[in-house]
C-alpha cells in the first residue's frame, strides 16, 4: 500500500540475445560536493542511456576454421 522510493545509483547493463542488442543505463547524476559550502549537481530522478546493436564474437572453434581450413 502507498508509495514505494527506490534509490539507486551507477549503472546497469540489459541484453537481448534474440535481436543482439544491448542497453546501459546511468542512473542518478545526483551529485553533492564541497567541504566547507556544498554544493549540488544534477538529479535524483534522472536516468540516461543508449541502446546499441551488437553482433556475435566467433568461438575459437569458428575462427580456427575460418582461417586455417574449411573441414576442421
Not at 7 to 28: C, P, Q, W, Y
Not at 34 to 41: L, M, N, P, V
Not at 43 to 62: L, R
Amino acid at each position: 500500500m502507498g508509495e514505494r522510493t527506490v534509490e539507486t545509483i551507477g549503472s546497469t547493463t540489459f541484453e537481448d540475445m534474440t535481436n543482439n542488442r544491448k542497453a546501459v543505463l546511468l542512473m542518478s547524476s545526483y551529485k553533492k560536493t564541497g567541504w566547507i559550502r556544498s554544493t549540488y549537481s544534477g538529479n535524483k530522478d534522472e536516468i540516461s542511456g543508449v541502446i546499441y546493436d551488437t553482433y556475435d564474437i566467433p568461438t575459437d572453434f569458428d575462427s580456427i576454421k575460418k582461417t586455417y581450413c574449411k573441414e576442421i
